[in-house]
């Protein structure tokens, strides 16, 4: 993947942070302003579809903690047995 150099204003304390953890982690203090780079453009990004596709059909009541369980439960055991019937 190509890059783009860029200037970036930052504040003391925060180089200083960078500094130690990328010396902690044996990395460059630019690989960890490039990760953090990432997290903040994936927190900004506008995606093109929903996050969930399917709908669910529900009594328009919220389940019970039990009922949540079993619910997962029931959806677990249909994917690793695919013959079993909720």
Avoid: C
Avoid at 4 to 21: F, G, M, Q, S, W
């Amino acid at each position: 993947m190509s890059m783009k150099r860029t200037n970036v204003y930052a504040d003391p304390e925060d180089l200083a942070i960078i500094k130690e953890a990328a010396k902690r982690r044996g990395i460059s203090e630019a690989e960890i302003i490039r990760q953090g780079i990432h997290l903040a453009a994936m927190a900004n990004r506008v995606w093109d579809e929903p996050l969930f596709s399917r709908t669910f059909e529900g009594s328009g009541r919220t389940p019970t903690k039990p009922e949540v369980r079993d619910a997962i439960a029931d959806a677990v055991r249909r994917e690793t047995d695919p013959g079993t019937v909720a």
